[in-house]
């Protein structure tokens, strides 16, 4: 049964996956491109079986302080959004990274700024990267580039935000949320039991036993120093993850004369260009980012000695490639290629602005 | 052994159920396979598109730049994706509501009369099985006796009872289809 191969939509994969990965509640509020993740769990009815909660929120705003409050029981608690309803969510996102609560958020990016397009996009990396809230805080990120990896992504999810105390989002667009692929299910797990979760979430608001202190969970703290000490661990915190969580993937780069970036379902575009532009002898690899935080800088420096250029290709105006600058310091040439407004590139384009912007 | 094809016609057609089927029997003939719909305004306008890839080894990209094959319902999707057909491959069209033909010559074009076929047997709603024939008769990339799973395992168990009546469609479609 867990190893059967389901032809499926990326958003269908991740909703089945989260019912599979022992979530305890999924809170959201519907909007396309992700709108058959809520659609599939309503269906599934995980609350006849698993006992999972699924409950349409009256808007994101509320959905993301529901994730708060239920992830603040030390439950495995999730939404899913698109980039609008991404944007409301904002203010909860980092008071969950205030507190230092495991949640995980999925982001099925569309075409913006503003209500914008429902078509594919990848211009929310600043917001999600770079903190689309306020204060100084990350969360870790995962790029998803099949359906197969929206459903693996979610217990990964789970798991990176529990070892850490920390946001996890999938940052996937509508192309792979809308496609449908083979995917393998994840096998079922059990939802923790709550002793389960008083064990390993010492912190949970799970009501007060009489072995410890009332546990209280805020981002408020208004006295400086302690604040600059929650500060000084959080950045602790991220230092950690970006000595042990960054994650990429590669595509014929061994013998690489110059190198093509792109994440998401954009590296699937860029992989095919990879396999065209090899085809007419140009030695081209494909370096994918799966983190995008932790973001993969060391990898580019080990790159440097033998390439001599690097293309970095999404749907936005220009965003990742400020990260691959930080990581090359000018040694080798670094330009960007995208589409915007939900207009996704196809192979031959990325080819032509492999050879036109960075060969010539 | 790759086929990279385009569906495109009217919402309603059964433009996106056809490619579902196509996945679906490719799927469980242990094929890689994507199905990649327009899910944009262009679906809430009217119009209706899908890119459908079968092939023996694993899909890089579900976009595409050209296609092997276009299957082509109307006017619109004809002058959007005629030029994007590989020279060499193949476009499928039915000529009803066409009113400018496909004009290329290095291209194979076939046509079949689909609509004509279907109102003639009282059978609309198998419209897009009669096309689905026509398509598999040029390019059996996968056998009839998977077509038929998968248009079980798309269409819901209450309509099962007109399984029978599809797979008479699609026979049909092989039938009607002509070369240019």
Known sequence: MSEEVRLMKGNEALAEAAIRCGCDGYFGYPITPQSEVMETLMKLKPWETTGMVVLQAESEVASINMVYAGAGCGKRIMTSTSSPGFSLMQEGVSYIAGADIPALVVNVMRGGPGLGTIQPS???????????GHGDYKQITLAP??????ADFVGLGFDLAFKYNILCVILADGLIGQMMEKVVLPPYQPRRTEEEIRKQCPWATLGRTPDRDINVITSLELEPEPMERRNIALQAKYALIEKNEVRYDEFMTDDAEYLIMAFGSAARICQKAVEVSRKQGIKVGLLRPITLFPFPYNRIKEHLSHIKGILSVEYNAGQMVEDIRLAVEGKVKVEHFGRTGGIVPTPGEVVDALKNQIIK | MKEE?????FGGQGVLSMGKILAYAGLMQGKEVSWLPAYGPEQRGGTANVTVIISDDKISSPILNTYNTAIILNQQSLDKFESKVKPGGRLIYDPYGITKAPTRTDIEVYSTAAMDKAL???????????????????????????????????????????????????????????KR
């Open chain 2, 5 to 9: 094809i385009i569906i495109a016609g």
């Open chain 1, 122 to 132: 990848q211009a929310d990396y600043f917001q999600t990267v770079k903190g689309g």
């Open chain 1, 145 to 150: 580039n099949s359906v197969q990896e929206m």
């Open chain 2, 120 to 178: 003639e047997l009282n059978a609309a709603k198998s419209f897009n099985m009669f096309i689905l024939g026509g398509f598999l008769k040029l390019c059996p990339i996968v056998d009839i006796e998977h077509v038929m799973l998968g248009l079980k395992k798309s269409l819901p168990e209450r309509h099962w009872n007109l399984l029978p009546q599809n797979e008479e469609a699609i026979k049909t479609g092989m039938e009607i289809i002509s």
